[in-house]
Every structure is written in C-alpha cells, then in structure tokens.
T-cell receptor
C-alpha cells in the first residue's frame, strides 16, 4: 500500500509559467515532508522541506504548501525554467521512524523554452 | 567535501554471484541509508544505520546485508544475485539529533544488472 502518492507521472509547462506538482499521503504519523529533484544518472538532490507545524515554506522560486486535513502537499515553481526539467520526488518521514523516508513514484517535469 | 560517494557506477552480475556496493560519506553524518529504485518507481529503503555498529532493516531487506564498522562507510552486500535485484542503488546520509531534522544527501547511484 503506497503511503506517499504522486498520481500524475508527468507534467509539461512553458518556460516562465507556474509548475504545480502534487503529492498525497495516507499515514497520519508523517510530520516532515520533502521534495527531491533528480536528473538522469544522478542521485536525488534535496529541494525544499516542510514540517507539519507549518502550512507553507518558501525558498526562492520554490514554495511548498501543506494541507494536513487533506493529507496533501504541493510544490509550486514560479517562474519555471528549462533547467527545472527533471523528475521530482515527494517524500515523507515521521519522527519516530529513525528519519526513514517514504518516497512517492516521482513526476517528470518538462519545461519547454 | 566529496559528500556521498558510491562505487562502482555500473556492474553486470551473473545470477548467483555476489558483490559489495561501497558507500562513503565525509560529512560526519551519523545516519546512513541504502535505497533501491526500480524503473518508474520511487526509492525504497533497504537498510539503514543510526550509527557505527547499529543497523536495521528497511522496507525491502531480503537478499541484502549491511555492516557499519565506521561512521564513514556503509557497504551493501548482495550474496546470491537474482534478476529481481536489477535496479539502481542509492546510498544516503544525514545528521540527526534530538529536536533537529536534517535532510538526507544522496550519492550518484550504482546501476546493477543481474543476468
């Protein structure tokens, strides 16, 4: 049973527009959420995170929103750039789980020039 | 800092062979992890370690073994390779302490093909 779900496998947007990547989770014990970006033949790199005590976290062009009641989080990228084209993974952990991460399947974002 | 390094980058194994995937981190992180990623899937945790001498199973530990004799190194051992172990393996590390959450840093991965 998938505890972290990224239901859309891909997204294509135009350069300069907003990219919205969605993620749902089922485990109510999760209290820390992360987004990782992955380029082909490389390891995932950390992008942004949010604790369950917040509902929004911003870092430059990247903003993550958390809706605990809906068990839903989203990553907004504004404006999108061609270099943002990559696979994005949503991940979650709970404090009592030795920081273990549970990953979604990933979403491939393509930003067209 | 080199961060998290993994060797080899790519390996082909025959069914039944064994091998060790190496992972080293130079960030003095206490936590280390091994994940595998199958095509079209997310990363799944194989084993993890919260410090030297301490290891525990993750979601998919069958067919693998680990050891953690030093803070820096966390090798993953495949004893009898099977085609189902064809995957990309990622090692990660993080620093964790009470009241402080830190992100995991990943290595570049080892691509393993079992034929």
């Amino acid at each position: 049973d998938q505890q972290v779900k990224q239901n859309s496998p891909s997204l294509s947007v135009q350069e300069g527009r907003i990219s919205i990547l969605n993620c749902d989770y089922t485990n109510s014990m999760f209290d820390y959420f992360l987004w990782y970006k992955k380029y082909p033949a490389e390891g995932p790199t950390f992008l942004i995170s949010i604790s369950s005590i917040k509902d929004k976290n911003e870092d430059g062009r990247f903003t993550v929103f958390l809706n605990k009641s809906a068990k839903h989080l989203s990553l907004h990228i504004v404006p999108s750039q061609p270099g943002d084209s990559a696979v994005y993974f949503c991940a979650a952990s709970d404090r009592g789980g030795s920081e273990k991460l549970v990953f979604g399947k990933g979403m491939k974002l393509t930003v067209n020039p | 800092n080199a961060g998290v390094t993994q060797t080899p980058k790519f390996r082909i194994l025959k069914i039944g062979q064994s091998m060790t995937l190496q992972c080293t981190q130079d960030m003095n992180h206490n936590y280390m992890y091994w994940y595998r990623q199958d095509p079209g899937m997310g990363l799944k945790l194989i084993y993890y370690s919260v410090g030297a001498g301490i290891t525990d199973k993750g979601e998919v530990p069958n067919g693998y073994n680990v050891s953690r004799s030093t803070t820096e190194d966390f090798p993953l051992r495949l004893e009898l390779a099977a085609p189902s172990q064809t995957s990309v393996y990622f090692c990660a590390s993080s620093y964790s302490s009470l009241g402080r959450r830190e992100t995991q840093y990943f290595g570049p991965g080892t691509r393993l093909l079992v034929l």
